[in-house]
């Protein structure tokens, strides 16, 4: 089974929609992370969680919000999101969130906010 | 502060040429790992490869290769004898002790393309 699997692939949503996003890991591992791929910017961190915890919030704006019921599930709530929102959302797992830990991405969700 | 830089944004060769994909780093950690990540046009991130900042052992796997300089900050990618499926965008990255927990620091990305 892939390793971390993301739905939905696309998503088309207009200004004013809710959307949720989600990523699934079957690697057995405790972290977890959501990665925003802008045109012509590098990969940004997004939010990082930790066993269930959050330990990372990037200063990402409100329109987002992160849940992670689970070690093996993450979410990322999408609410009145603006077009520069427009990105490849990935998202990655890792056994822990050290440093030393490999990060294993999903193959991403392509979001068009018209 | 953590910095990667891809300096080459696009490089363009023909099938079974060589081509080596610069990265070079800057960071004030003493202990660090590097990465470099494949992003074929799916999306998806794939690791090729994780080094420590005490390894300085260049490795190669298959049409591979990693040349690791400390000396130089740099950690470069080689592909011998390219192939059209390696077409892709490469990323190097940087973790550190220095940096937010999980907070791989990535390149711009290079992209390449393998024409037949």
């Known amino acids: 089974e892939t390793g971390v699997t993301q739905t939905p692939r696309h998503l088309v949503m207009g200004m004013t929609n809710k959307k949720s996003l989600k990523c699934e890991q079957h690697?057995?591992?405790?972290?977890m992370y959501w990665y925003k791929q802008s045109a012509k910017k590098p990969l940004e961190l997004m939010f990082v969680?930790?066993?269930?915890?959050?330990?990372e919030n990037n200063s990402v704006p409100s329109r987002f919000s992160p849940e992670c019921p689970n070690s093996s599930h993450l979410f990322l709530h999408l609410h009145t999101l603006q077009p520069e929102d427009s990105a490849l959302y990935l998202c990655?797992?890792?056994?822990?969130?050290?440093?030393?830990?490999?990060?294993?991405f999903g193959p991403g969700t392509r979001l068009t906010v018209l | 502060a953590q910095k990667v830089t891809q300096a080459q944004t696009e490089i363009s060769v023909v099938e079974k040429e060589d081509v080596t994909l610069d990265c070079v780093y800057e960071?004030?950690?003493?202990?660090?790992?590097l990465f470099w990540y494949k992003q074929p046009p799916s999306g998806e991130l794939v690791f090729l490869i994780r080094?420590?900042?005490?390894?300085?052992q260049n490795e190669i796997s298959g049409r591979y290769s990693w040349n690791f300089q400390k000396s130089t900050s740099s950690f470069n990618f080689t592909i011998t004898a390219s192939q059209v499926v390696d077409s892709a965008v490469y990323f190097c990255?940087?973790?550190?002790?220095?940096?937010?927990?999980?907070?791989?620091?990535f390149g711009k990305g290079t992209k390449l393309s393998v024409k037949p």
């Open positions: 990655a797992s890792s056994q822990g969130s050290r440093s030393t830990d490999t990060q294993y």
């Open positions: 690697l057995g591992h405790n972290a």
């Open positions: 969680y930790n066993f269930k915890e959050q330990t």
């Open positions: 960071t004030r950690d003493t202990t660090y790992y």
């Open positions: 080094r420590n900042s005490f390894d300085e």
């Open positions: 990255a940087l973790s550190g002790y220095g940096g937010s927990q999980g907070n791989l620091i």
